[in-house]
């Protein structure tokens, strides 16, 4: 199984990026997915994840109406649209799969995930 994140850089504050996470070696269509980032000198945190129907998709509240996830199951693929970014917003960021059994279900909780990416590093400029 892997998970290959990209998409990550340098952008300035009040710019744009969109982080992506291609799977293989896994049924991708039966997973939840979900971003996690880790700052520096802080522990990793949940930021959005995404339910195996798309139907759910949980924020953290310092993205909440700033990032949108998305998936599509044909390519194998999560994203993270990260609007209006913030020097706040500088991490690592990692993307996780999960094998689950109910299309609706996600979690926010990092150690329901199996799977993890290497991760993408973003750095947000002031």
């Known amino acids: 199984v892997q998970l290959q994140a990209s998409g990550g850089g340098l952008v300035q504050a009040g710019g744009s990026l969109r982080l992506s996470c291609v799977a293989s070696g896994l049924i991708f269509s039966g997973c939840a997915a979900a971003w996690f980032r880790q700052a520096p000198g802080k522990e990793r945190e949940f930021v959005a994840g995404?339910?195996?129907?798309?139907?759910?998709?949980p924020y953290a509240n310092s993205v909440k109406g700033r990032f949108t996830i998305s998936r599509d199951n044909a390519k194998s693929t999560v994203y993270l649209q990260m609007n209006s970014v913030t020097p706040e917003d500088t991490a690592i960021y990692y993307c996780?799969?999960?094998?689950?059994?109910?299309?609706?279900?996600?979690?926010?909780?990092?150690?329901?995930?199996?799977?993890w990416g290497q991760g993408t590093e973003v750095t947000v400029s002031s």
């Open positions: 996780a799969a999960a094998d689950v059994a109910s299309a609706s279900y996600v979690s926010a909780a990092s150690y329901r995930f199996k799977y």
């Open positions: 995404i339910s195996r129907s798309g139907g759910n998709t």
